[in-house]
């Protein structure tokens, strides 16, 4: 249900707010991002440490902090999307996790990054200056201050942040839980799930008050990239239990060709026999043809299968 208030918090922001400008601008980017996705991906800013050239920070910030941020959390949003898609094909439930993951970041940041925007350009709100001197958090609700009934839109995004947040929670621990767990009939023990939980939450908190924000991106990436050998590992072993379970299908047969009727003529050469004639080597001295290739005079059998002395299969 939440995923659906979300989606109406959404329209009602683009609705009274700018609504062409947030179309327009959205669908500009969606042509960048198409059109510069390798560059962007690969993007490192190597020269920032020079003089004389731009140092943005930005890939630190945003793709390597994010890159990481997911392979930190594929192995359990994974486990968890598996299993609540119980019955279906692993191809709809790919294409359902890439296709609405993909439109639910896309909608927000059409819609709420460039109302930002907007406010800044417009001279309505100076959203760089909160951020700079404040937080992201205070930008977020000043800029919900700006919309029609403010008090209501903040309560109803804050509320769906707290669901949102407890959710999440509630899926990793239950997939840490059924993990670690070493029996496990249908659900895993309650007291599991609420160590992980508790577990999850309490990290990041010490994190947070330890160094900030910063300190919890470094955190996220140092523990993403063990994770690379993780996710390969996973790769190679979803085809090869794909490859297992399909065999053991109840229609699954190996395809096999069977000809029924051999044919007279030879499709692959000029002669069109399958029978090479002697005439063919005598010209050749005994030092050009080995032992091995020298045809031996027999007389026409019909194919058999198996049988290495009749006429070769086609195939």
Known sequence: MHPLCHYLLLLFIFI??????MANTGLDALGRVL?????????????AEFNGFQNTHFPQDWTIFYWAWWLVFAPSVGLFIARISRGRTIRTMVAGSMFFGTMGCFLFFMVM??????LQLSGELDVVTILNQQSPTAAIF??????????LVIFVFTL????????????????LAAVVQKEVDEEPLRWNRLFWAFALSFMPIVLMFVGGLETLQTASIIGGVPLLAVALLLCISIVRAANYDMRYQLDYSIKE????????????????????EE???GNKSEVDVPIAAKPKPREPKPHVEGDPHSKPSRL
């Open 16 to 21: 009274v707010g700018p609504t062409l400008f």
């Open 35 to 47: 059109s510069n996705i390798v560059k962007m991906a690969t993007w490192l800013e190597p020269f």
């Open 160 to 175: 769906l942040a707290l669901i949102f947040t407890a959710t999440t929670f509630d899926s990793i621990s239950y997939i």
């Open 142 to 151: 000043a800029m919900l201050h700006t919309l029609p009934l403010d008090y």
């Open 279 to 281: 005439s063919e080597v």
């Open 257 to 276: 060709i069977n000809i029924g009727e051999f044919p007279d003529d030879d499709p692959w050469s000029e002669e069109g026999s399958w029978d090479i």
């Open 113 to 118: 990054g460039n109302y930002g925007l907007y």
